[in-house]
C-alpha cells in the first residue's frame, strides 16, 4: 500500500520512488494508494478550500489509474487522529 497526500508533486515522487525500487530489484508490488488529507473529500463549502480542493481531482483521478481503481481517500481532518478517534474511523 502506498500512502499520497492529493498533490501532484507528491503522487510524481512516490511513483519515482516506487519504480526506481523495482529497477533496482527490490520488487515492491503495491496494488493499494491512500489518499491521505484530502480537501475534496471534504465537500468543503469554503471558497478557498473548495478551490484547493479542486486541485487534487486530477491527480486523485491519476491514482485511480495507476492503481487500477485500488484507493481509497481520507479526508482531511482539522484534529489529530489518534486514540478513540483513530478507531472509530477504522471501524
Known amino acids: 500500500m502506498l500512502r499520497s497526500i492529493g498533490k501532484g ?3 510524481r515522487k512516490a511513483t519515482v520512488q516506487f519504480e526506481n525500487r523495482n529497477r533496482r530489484g527490490f520488487e ?3 496494488k493499494w494508494w491512500i489518499i491521505n ?3 475534496y473529500a471534504t465537500a468543503t463549502t469554503n471558497k478557498t478550500l473548495k478551490a484547493k480542493a479542486s486541485n487534487e ?3 486523485i483521478n491519476k491514482v485511480d489509474k ?3 481503481g485500488n484507493f481509497a481517500v481520507i479526508e482531511w481532518k482539522a484534529d ?3 486514540d478513540k478517534k483513530l478507531l472509530d474511523l477504522i471501524q
Open 57 to 59: 481531482i486530477e491527480w
Open 28 to 30: 515492491i508490488n503495491s
Open 66 to 68: 495507476h492503481s487500477n
Open 9 to 11: 508533486n507528491i503522487l
Open 37 to 39: 488529507a484530502s480537501l
Open 80 to 82: 489529530e487522529i489518534k
